[in-house]
């Protein structure tokens, strides 16, 4: 029942900025867990960036820490991923997830997050 819809993708050059949005059609999202993801070309899905639901903790992959922040709206049903400093090696296609019963893990893991939304591609390139 609960979706969830990417947006903000595009082609960026190194070094720039993009701004990922998740929106849900649910009226809130109190706490529940919510991450980020990325699936390279020929990689495996692996996790970018966690937030609890009262956005008290966050957790990030280690390439990412110091560049990426994540946030959340809970009242706006939205959540972002601030994207800053960015490599080629950030190419992905960026997926946000829910996990209704688990607590963000580190490092970050795939179980528990049963709602997926349906990806936008990022890619950086000169």
């Known amino acids: 029942q609960l979706q969830l819809v990417e947006s903000g993708g595009g082609l960026v050059q190194p070094g720039g900025s993009l701004r990922l949005s998740c929106a849900t059609n649910a009226y809130s999202l109190i706490y529940s867990t919510m991450g980020w993801f990325r699936q390279a070309p020929g990689k495996e899905r692996e996790g970018v960036a966690c937030i609890s639901g009262d956005s008290r903790l966050k957790i990030y992959a280690s390439d990412v820490k110091g560049r990426f922040t994540v946030s959340r709206d809970n009242a706006k049903n939205t959540m972002w991923l601030q994207m800053n400093s960015l490599k080629p090696e950030d190419t992905a296609v960026y997926y946000c997830?829910?996990?209704?019963?688990?607590?963000?893990?580190?490092?970050?893991?795939?179980?528990?997050?049963?709602?997926w939304g349906q990806g936008t591609q990022v890619t950086v390139s000169s």
């Open positions: 997830a829910h996990d209704h019963w688990n607590a963000c893990s580190d490092p970050i893991s795939k179980d528990g997050f049963r709602d």
